[in-house]
């Protein structure tokens, strides 16, 4: 097989330049010398087909420094060394080595394994560099798969106490998850030196136990005088602190710095901005930040990302637009920051920018777009996000699935969220709990009921959340033994104690059915302090079932936990209103004028061919304004021919009944159905977002509207979903 080589010099391919040099080379010195001077696998060919041809080859210095050349040197050939490894009849510990170390150097794991059965099978001993050689380079699955194979082998040939092979297998083991036994493995030696206390830190990082990281830190911190931290364990030791949101640890490791004992690098001053960021104190992040010499795409991301998360968004988008150049990374981290501040019109507008510029979103990006779809109840732009993803080839995970879902349930669409998780490979608890409650909010209680049987067949446990979708569906369908039968397997079956929400749910619960008293008894006996929602829902069941009584008991909680709550002013003159009992309404509302509280403006969000309208009550300034009251006007006599009355029992301003009326009229979500009816074709789906509880009068109005004009009109108010279809809605009258 070797014998073949002596033909390439006739190969049309070898280097014709080179041959009369080495010809004399190989005249004059002796192939060990040539060896020496040899940089190339081509030049070794030459050389070793000339040994052969001299009958030199079988020489054991000669092969060994071929094997060597071959599996150590960049240009080397560790299949060529393989061919020469095994025309020898009894390699050396040493041979056996080099062979295992060059597999290693390839990457060639399993073949160096193989060779290391094979080196037993011939009854040759490891010695103190085989293992080392052995797991140097291997992946986490090889560890998992070898890693603890190999350490009886080590002890079992006298070499667990080796340093140098204790140092391989807890980088091994710290590589593998496995860093108790990492841990175990560095305790019996002593005198480590740095790199071997970063690969035990980084270890305890990868497997997120940061307590562990700061611990074996500062038992570091106590052996000052044999070993001392560099930037590497300063890095390592902030990336922890930023996980536990421990700022004097974190405080304490800048003071390496700020007194000289290790020189700041770009990568451990990105560490403290991001360190000083997830601990809120922007500041400080922000002095490291402008004092740098340096500065790459990461130190402007953790900047940026450091101020969106702590609510100062404008002071990120500052630093953001001065930014030289933008990864996918720093535009996500722009984009979550105005998700987290409800400003979801500028998500879109970001996400457009980011579009223009180049930048190809990932997965988590475009979780956070269809997150601000579905705030906005942008349905358009949700399936356009969706088309964008397939389109892009972006990782469709579970994480995208379950925004989608979300995202079409928020938009008040049942049929595509249905039919996204019946194709979903992989579900996991979020993926059922989304559905849960997306089907429950949407008033299909049932199947929503039937999705968590579903859920618990698949052995998928529920959790708060879960819950908090089945208590609501049981409140749609007016199931109150169910709601109360699942109340109790919260903590019977699944461990799950109820929270504040759940207890809202039951009071729900049962104020929608009439029992009032017992929604009342349920707040009284609570283990928790009752908040503003479950007293709210209390309230909310007064006003449907006109409890004044009761409602203003539940009122005077509410406002003594949230003395700044105009809803609840509001809700509670609406159910003066209804009762006509005008005295306590005009108390209320002098109240409301000594304290300040002003009624929030109603607002609604209307989605339409990529754009999203916003129409707050009573307001002209939409560029088509005169024709959406036109429109108004128009509707309001076709409305009154099919059975419509202005139901002005919840207006308590204190005006004649015309006047209440128009204020009706000019209600925000009345006019985005006006607008809908005069820009959309005929049969499309009218979709509102509303910031308020939606009023008794819109609520007429729509179910009529969606009789006369043949429309579905679906409306996203602050407290529930309402499909209205065929002159019917959802809720059956109860929000």
């Known amino acids: 097989m070797l014998g073949d080589m002596l033909f390439m010099f006739k190969s049309p391919s070898f280097p014709k330049f080179s041959l009369s040099l080495f010809l004399k080379r190989m005249i004059s010195n002796t192939p060990l010398s040539m060896l020496e001077t040899c940089n190339s696998m081509y030049q070794l060919n030459q ?21 060597i050349f071959c599996c150590t040197k960049e240009s080397g050939d560790v299949f060529y060394a393989r061919k020469v490894f095994d025309t020898i009849p009894q390699p050396s510990v040493f041979i056996w080595n080099t062979m295992i170390k060059g597999y290693s150097r390839i990457n060639c794991f399993k073949s160096g394994i193989s060779l290391y059965k ?56 710290s590589l593998c998850g496995l860093v108790d036994l990492a841990h175990k493995i560095f305790d019996t030696g002593d005198g480590w030196e740095v790199v071997t206390w970063n690969v035990m830190l980084s270890g305890y990082n990868r497997v997120k136990r940061f307590e562990e990281s700061k611990r074996l830190f500062i038992e570091m911190e106590k052996r000052s005088l044999c070993v001392s931290p560099n930037s590497v364990t300063l890095v390592l030791m902030l990336s922890a602190c930023s996980k536990l949101k421990d700022l004097d640890e974190g405080k304490n490791i800048y003071n390496y710095i700020k007194e000289g004992i290790v020189e700041p690098n770009l990568i451990l001053e990105n560490a403290l901005i991001d360190m000083f960021a997830s601990c809120g104190e922007m500041d400080a992040a922000q002095g490291v930040f402008e004092n740098m010499k340096t500065r790459d795409v990461i130190s402007w991301t953790s900047i940026v990302t450091g101020f969106a998360n702590t609510g100062r968004i404008d002071l990120a988008r500052k630093y953001f637009d001065q930014m030289p150049e933008r990864d996918y990374v720093s535009w996500t981290a722009m984009i979550d920051g105005y998700l987290r501040m409800n400003r979801f019109k500028e998500v879109l507008t970001l996400f457009r920018e980011m579009q223009m510029s180049n930048v190809r979103p990932d997965e988590f990006t475009m979780v956070s777009i269809l997150t601000a779809c579905a705030h906005l109840g942008a349905l358009e732009l949700g399936e356009w996000a969706k088309t964008y993803i397939d389109k892009n080839k972006i990782k469709n995970d579970t994480f995208i699935g379950n925004a989608l879902i979300d995202m079409y349930f928020k938009c008040g669409n049942v049929e595509k969220p249905t039919k996204i998780f019946n194709e979903m490979q992989k579900k996991d608890k979020f993926t059922w709990t989304a559905m849960i409650v997306g089907l429950a909010n949407n008033g299909h209680g049932e199947e929503a009921l039937t999705m968590f049987s579903n859920m618990l067949e698949a052995s998928v446990t529920p959790d708060e959340i879960t819950y908090i979708g089945v208590l609501c569906a049981c409140t749609h369908v007016g199931m109150v033994a169910k709601g109360r039968k699942f109340f109790a397997n919260m903590t019977i079956k699944h461990g799950i104690k109820p929270n504040v929400a759940h207890y809202g749910c039951i009071v729900d619960l049962l104020g929608r059915a009439g029992h009032l008293k017992e929604a009342l008894e349920v707040i009284l006996n609570m283990p928790l302090k009752p908040n ?41 003159c609406n159910i003066y209103a209804a009762s006509k009992k005008w005295e306590n309404l005009h108390k209320v509302r002098r109240l409301m004028m000594e304290r300040g509280i002003k009624k929030t403006p109603g607002c609604s969000l209307m989605e339409m061919k990529g754009i999203v309208y ?77 910031n308020l509880r939606m009023c008794v009068d819109c609520h007429d109005m729509a179910k009529v509207v969606s009789k006369v004009y043949n429309r579905e009109v679906i409306v996203r108010d602050k407290t529930r979903f ?14």
């Open 722 to 735: 309402h499909h209205f279809r065929h002159g019917l809605c959802s809720c059956n009258n109860f929000w």
């Open 614 to 690: 916003e129409f707050v009550a009573g307001d002209q300034s939409h560029p088509q304004c005169k024709e959406i009251y036109a429109k108004l006007e128009n509707m309001k006599q076709e409305l009154i021919n099919a059975g419509y009355s202005p139901n002005t029992s919840e207006v308590f301003l204190d005006v004649g009944e015309e006047d209440k009326e128009t204020s009706l009229y000019w209600h925000s979500e009345k006019l985005a159905i006006a607008y809908a009816l005069i820009s959309l074709g005929p049969g499309v789906t009218i979709r509102i977002v509303k």
């Open 47 to 67: 050389i070793h087909s000339h040994t052969i041809k001299m009958g030199y080859s079988s020489n054991h210095v000669f092969v060994t420094k071929v094997i």
């Open 118 to 173: 094979l080196m037993l099978a011939h009854n040759i001993k490891p010695d103190s560099f085989t293992f080392p050689f052995l797991l140097k380079g291997f992946t986490k699955d090889m560890g998992l798969k070898y890693g603890k194979v190999l350490l009886n082998h080590a002890v079992k040939y006298g070499f667990g106490s080796n340093l140098f092979v204790q140092k391989g297998f807890i980088h091994l083991f």
């Open 532 to 572: 503003s929602i479950v007293w709210g829902s209390l309230l909310g069941a007064c006003r449907v079932h006109k409890n004044v009584q009761l409602a203003e008991v539940a009122a005077k909680e509410i406002l003594e936990l949230e003395p700044k709550n105009g809803a609840v002013y509001v809700l509670l």
